[in-house]
């Protein structure tokens, strides 16, 4: 059974709840006001900090 997936926030070190469906790219506001977006890395969910970083979207 695929339950929501347990994740660390990078910032607060909270668990984050990942609804089992998520997006890669998605964005996550965590409780302790941090926006966080989902990547995937080499089949692996990441959770990462959003805001800052200049990156390359895409579609
Ligand atoms: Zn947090």
Known sequence: ??????????VCGMDVDVPADYMPG???E???GVVLE????GGRLQLRVF????????E
């Open 30 to 32: 965590h409780e302790c």
């Open 1 to 10: 059974m695929e339950k929501a997936l347990k994740h660390r926030c990078p």
């Open 26 to 28: 998605e964005l996550v």
């Open 51 to 58: 805001g800052g970083v200049e990156e390359d979207w895409g």
């Open 38 to 41: 989902l990547v995937e890395n």
